[in-house]
């Protein structure tokens, strides 16, 4: 049973646009919540986080929205440059280990 | 500090053999995982550590993976024996523990079974 959903594989959007990528999480003891971005043949390198006592946290063009009576978590990037391109992963933590969603594969197109 | 490193890169070996997995992590953290990367599920946690110590394995699929740290500056992941369904990226990462940290990768071995 997923803990951490992402329900949409991939995503396309044009350059200059908004970006939103949404996360779903069942485990009600998660208190931190965290965003990846990963390029092919790198490991995934961290982009921002958000902690359960906030519901909104921004960094740049990203910023990461909260609601926990949801338990829905969404990250929007504007606007959306080609290099942002990538596979992002939406993930979650309770204390010290972090439960990872399936990605989605963000295009960026020109 | 030149962050997480895992060697090798990628890994081909034929179904039966053992394959070992290494990974150092960042100097200073208490908190080393293992995640694995498949088309299928994603990335799932196998195995992670604190302060050497293994905390949760609940993820290792079965007896033929193991996991030892050693010491704080290395870690393995031992597969014997492989079988094709292994096929995969291996992952690690490591944190400082603290509470709302974030972990950092290593750039993955990919591993082949043929």
């Known amino acids: 049973d997923q803990q951490v959903k992402q329900n949409s594989p991939s995503l396309s959007v044009q350059e200059g646009r908004i970006s939103i990528l949404n996360c779903d999480y069942t485990n009600s003891m998660f208190d931190y919540f965290l965003w990846y971005k990963k390029y092919p043949a790198e490991g995934p390198t961290f982009l921002i986080s958000i902690s359960s006592i906030k519901d909104k946290n921004e960094d740049g063009r990203f910023t990461v929205f909260l609601n926990k009576s949801a338990k829905h978590l969404s990250l929007h990037i504007v606007p959306s440059q080609p290099g942002d391109s990538a596979v992002y992963f939406c993930a979650a933590s309770s204390g010290q280990n972090f439960v990872f969603g399936p990605g989605t594969r963000l295009s960026v197109l020109p | 500090d030149a962050g997480v490193i895992q060697s090798p890169r990628h890994e081909v070996t034929e179904m039966g053999q053992e394959v070992t997995l290494r990974c150092k992590p960042i100097s200073g953290h208490d908190y080393l995982f293992w995640y694995r990367q498949t088309m299928m599920r994603g990335l799932e946690l196998l195995i992670y550590?604190?302060?050497?110590?293994?905390?949760?394995d609940s993820g290792m699929p079965e007896d033929r993976f193991s996991a030892k740290m050693p010491n704080a500056s290395f870690s393995t992941l031992k597969i014997q024996p492989s079988e094709p369904r292994d096929s995969a990226v291996y992952f690690c990462?490591?944190?400082?523990?603290?509470?709302?940290?974030?972990?950092?990768f290593g750039q993955g071995t990919r591993l082949t079974v043929v």
């Open positions: 550590f604190n302060n050497n110590v293994p905390i949760d």
């Open positions: 990462a490591s944190s400082l523990g603290q509470v709302s940290t974030e972990a950092f």
